[in-house]
């Protein structure tokens, strides 16, 4: 192997002013956006984080269960806020720092590994390109990522110039490690780097590149020790990083993926109820309770059984996740740059000209060109194409391609400077080549495969649902409802919630239609049939409702709520033989909905029956409703929960301690059946009692 030509590092006055320069965009940036929804309010996996932190900092180091997700940025926030309270701009701060350092760490690995020119350039690249310092605005682990990235090249290549020294390597290992604990797939790295330090290597015998692989390995095991001793003493398994990979690589492989994130339910993306909804989905497949452990592997087992049952459709899937995986947009999940763009000219002015859509063509140049330069090349391009099959193995998102954004930063760079020096050689034929290759790779990064408008209608709604539920934030949160359903009128979500929140600010009847909307988009979904047949019985449309209660039990038999709202409804007609029968119901499926109880208490002393005095209830004939009893719901605990992301924490412990996973929440009185992972506005619905 050629060592890398130590006389073409820059002076450190270079990383000094990439880093300088990089932290002034992400500041920059911080200021352009302080005043959008986002920057004081957390969605997605950034709330599930934020409450992990805090409960670190408290002093709970250890927590309970297997991780689910990957721990290290829940710590850095922790201590972070151990350090300077729940301050989450000091955490963006933090992060910007961290940020503008990975920027100049990239500059020297690339400088080391390709050439002074090339690791400058890439620096500056990193430094300015939107996705980078969107990420590092956000209460995500994305920053993490890319820092270690930028940390574990540097640390390569610096391991290759020390010549196999053994400390060298087991650094690099510790980095990688710590890599893994912030995005589990990186460790499909590990393999690479292993195989680069024993292949690669020609300046020491066998036993040298032996001793180094030895100690790249025993880093990486340093790094992940920690994580796997606390989840076996803790969880009871032994997992080295997480219990995740299974409900992952399912979601990306199964008829019915579309190489995108689609929660195991249906409106169930919220990080609350992922592992709850894995496990309880597989449970109810095999019969019997089963460990994190036994829940990846039944979830790994379907994947695995879709592949070699479907050969045709599965290769498919994957052509299609590695086009996603090369594609200009960035599929966001509950926070994107899009939408964000709209308060930052800078985000928005980067986003246009650079993305995935300019980057790969120029990388794919970079790779046809660059790697006849030497190991370090090849290495990176090795590293690229692993990562991003590792990713391609589940499902594709911005956030879980984010860490390949280095290697192609590099590569690219190496296009344009390995182009210009091909055009003056007048190295035309190899020239031609990549750019052939380039060109071809440039259809699928360009194509609309997905669209920017309905990434950025989740992010809409997303900030509608957070709004509605502080004082004064409903208007607001309808306004972005509607922005929301316009970008993306296929939505039932958003329909239905738009139709909850005009219902709950104007009344039943300006919330109907939206509410007719969504069933008529998803005709398949219980929860919007039983929202519909709620506002239905509260304008007196009692046929109607009944037929959309009925629907709902057709869809999902086990709903308690639905039998005791259509016995109510029963009542109301004076058919109380049916009331009784689906007040019982609702009692069998739900043994706990005092509602139900009561009413069926209520309709036994209507009928004449006697049946109430062996169940204890007040049956004295001066006891019956305040109100209509066709017109009023029953406080809500169905089986698929829902109401909001966050905000309700005594709640959440509640289902906690009632389910013993640490996800999702029961409906209170006040509201009625949501769609779980797009949270339903609340909706004022006194009990019967």
């Given amino acids: 192997m050629r060592a890398p030509d130590i006389r073409q590092r820059p002076p450190l006055g270079a990383w000094v002013a990439i880093g300088t320069l990089a932290l002034a965009v992400r500041f920059f940036y911080l200021w352009e956006i302080h005043d959008a929804p986002g920057f004081t309010r957390l969605v997605g996996d950034g709330v599930v984080y934020d409450d992990w932190a805090r409960a670190l900092a408290a002093g709970d180091w250890l927590g309970q269960g297997i991780f689910y997700q ?90 290759m110039e020390l010549r196999a020294r053994p400390l060298a390597w087991l650094a690099c290992g510790v980095v990688l490690g710590m890599l893994a604990l912030t995005r589990e797939n990186a460790l499909a790295l590990a393999p690479v780097a292993v195989a680069f330090v024993a292949l690669q290597r020609r300046d020491g015998g066998w036993r040298t590149r032996a001793l180094a692989s030895a100690s790249l390995v025993l880093g990486i095991a340093l790094a992940l020790s920690p994580v796997a001793v ?105 926070e994107d740059q899009y939408t964000y763009a709209e308060w930052s000219s800078l985000l928005a002015a980067a986003g246009r000209a650079l993305h995935y859509g300019v980057l790969v063509p120029l990388a794919i140049i970079g790779i046809v060109l660059g790697c006849r330069r030497g190991a370090g ?9 692993v990562y991003a099959a590792s990713v391609i193995a589940m499902f594709v998102m911005a956030r879980y391609r984010h860490p390949a954004l280095p290697f192609l930063c590099l590569l690219a760079v190496a296009g344009v400077v390995e182009g210009v020096r091909y055009i003056r050689a007048r190295r035309y034929a190899a020239l031609g080549l ?24 989740g992010s809409l709604y997303n900030i509608g649902r957070r709004l509605q539920d502080e004082p004064g934030g409903l208007d607001p ?177 509640a289902d906690r301690d009632r389910t013993g996973a640490g996800a999702g929440h029961p409906r209170t009185a006040a509201q009625r059946v949501s769609p779980p992972r797009r949270c339903a506005a609340a909706r004022a619905v006194k009990p019967l009692n």
């Fill in 477 to 653: 949160a309808i306004a972005y409802y509607r922005r929301a359903l316009d970008l993306n009128p296929r939505d039932a979500m958003i329909a239905n919630n738009l139709g909850l929140a005009l219902e709950r600010r104007d009344g039943t009847q300006a919330g109907l239609p939206y509410l007719q909307r969504a069933v008529e988009l998803a005709p398949g979904q219980a929860d919007f049939h039983y929202n519909l047949a709620g506002a239905l019985a509260e304008i007196g449309k009692s046929d109607e409702a009944v037929a959309a209660y009925q629907r709902t039990l057709a869809l999902s038999p086990d709903s308690a709520d639905a039998h005791n709202n259509l016995g109510n409804l029963f009542q109301q007609r004076g058919d109380v033989a049916a009331a009784i029968e689906h007040y019982e119901a609702a009692l069998r499926l739900d043994g706990r909905n005092v509602q139900a109880l009561n009413n069926l208490g209520v309709a036994e002393v209507t009928g004449g029956a006697r049946r109430a005095r062996d169940r204890d209830l007040p049956t004295s004939p001066g006891h019956r409703p305040e109100i209509p009893l066709g017109a009023r719901q029953s406080r809500h605990r169905p089986r698929r929960g829902g109401s909001g992301r966050r905000g309700h924490r005594d709640l959440e412990a």
């Fill in 70 to 159: 990957a721990p290290l940025y829940p710590y850095f926030l922790g201590v972070l806020y151990a350090v300077f309270g729940h301050n989450l701009l000091a955490v963006r701060i933090v992060q910007c720092i961290l940020g503008a350092l990975a920027c100049a760490l990239l500059g020297a690995a690339g400088s080391r590994l390709f050439c002074r020119t090339i690791g400058v350039f890439s620096g500056i690249l990193l430094a300015v390109y939107p996705t980078a310092f969107f990420a590092d605005g956000l209460i995500q682990k994305s920053s993490l990522d890319i820092f270690f990235v930028c940390l574990f090249l540097v640390a390569l290549a610096a391991a």
């Fill in 230 to 334: 606390r989840n076996t003493i803790v969880g009871g398994e032994f997992h080295v990083t997480t219990a995740q990979l299974g409900p992952n690589l399912y979601i990306g492989n199964n008829p019915t993926a579309n190489g995108m994130y689609r929660p195991l339910r249906y409106g169930r993306g919220d990080a609350h109820y992922e592992r709850l909804d894995a496990t309880e989905l597989a449970e109810r497949a095999v019969g019997h309770e089963l460990t994190p452990g036994e829940v990846s592997t039944y979830w790994a087992g379907r994947a695995i059984r879709f592949a070699l049952a479907e050969p045709g459709h599965w290769l498919r899937l994957v052509g299609l996740k590695a086009a996603l995986f090369v594609n200009r947009v960035e599929v966001g999940d509950a």
């Fill in 377 to 385: 090349p090849r290495l990176v391009v090795a590293l690229l194409f």
């Fill in 434 to 457: 990549a750019a052939l290759l380039a060109a071809g790779i440039a259809v699928p990064s360009n194509l609309p495969l997905a669209s920017e408008a309905t990434v950025r209608a």
